[in-house]
């Protein structure tokens, strides 16, 4: 079962309107965090935003945030006032238990956001 | 504070050569990850190191991969004999600690080629 599942391939959004970018994870593990990152077309990975399990609030990183529902498992995306740049791929990565084999994280296949006038 | 660098940025290797991917972590990182990425697909895990040991190794191929993370210098992914399905992108990425709020913080990646 995959882990991570992003269900949009792609997603389209007009400057300065605000966009959801869909994840559900799949863990039995209590204690796990949850993690977005951007890779614009030039390449590098960029780390956005973290949640953790056991966080009450939902993480707010300047025009990201993320919508957490723990007992859907799902850990949306939100870009608020989309911007020209914000174009690039989107990954939702997840790191369950603490420490040792379980510190790699798991990624999703992406959701390559275009971002139009 | 200095970023994860990896060298090269491109590499270029005909069937049968080897391939050295080089990185660096970030200052006071001493956990260490690779990952590959092909082209349109997200990252998949290959081999986690701490300084001289080796994790996880779940993802790594079993031949001809090879991965190391010495004392002193940088962390080294070797590919031996390379084949044409190894082009991808290599990714390394290296954290403070591996407390699940500590995130992974990657470099620009390795794009090996190979004809």
């Known amino acids: 079962a995959q882990k991570i599942t992003q269900t949009q391939p792609g997603m389209f959004v007009q400057e300065k309107e605000a966009v959801t970018l869909d994840c559900t994870y799949d863990t039995s593990d209590p204690s796990y965090g949850l993690f977005w990152y951007k890779q614009p077309s030039s390449g590098e990975m960029i780390f956005l935003i973290y949640?953790?399990?056991?966080?009450?609030q939902n993480a707010t990183e300047g025009r990201y945030s993320l919508n957490f529902q723990k007992a859907r498992k799902s850990a949306n995306l939100v870009i608020s006032a989309s911007q020209l740049g914000d174009s690039a791929m989107y990954f939702c990565?997840?790191?369950?238990?603490?420490?040792?084999?379980?510190?790699?994280?798991?990624f999703g296949t992406g959701t390559r956001l275009q971002v139009t006038l | 504070n200095a970023g994860v660098m990896q060298n090269p940025r491109h590499l270029v290797r005909r069937r049968g050569q080897e391939a050295r991917l080089r990185c660096s972590p970030m200052k006071g990182h001493s956990h260490v990850y690779w990952y590959r990425q092909l082209p349109e697909e997200g990252l998949k895990f290959m081999v986690y190191?701490?300084?001289?040991?080796?994790?996880?190794e779940s993802g790594m191929p079993k031949e001809r991969f090879s991965a190391e993370f010495p004392k002193e210098g940088p962390s080294i992914l070797r590919i031996q004999q390379v084949v044409r399905g190894d082009s991808a992108a290599y990714f390394c990425a290296s954290s403070l600690s591996t407390q699940n709020n500590s995130p992974l913080h990657f470099g620009n990646g390795t794009r090996l080629t190979v004809t």
């Open positions: 990565a997840m790191r369950e238990g603490t420490g040792g084999t379980a510190s790699k994280l798991t």
């Open positions: 949640q953790g399990s056991y966080d009450q």
């Open positions: 190191l701490q300084k001289e040991n080796i994790i996880d």
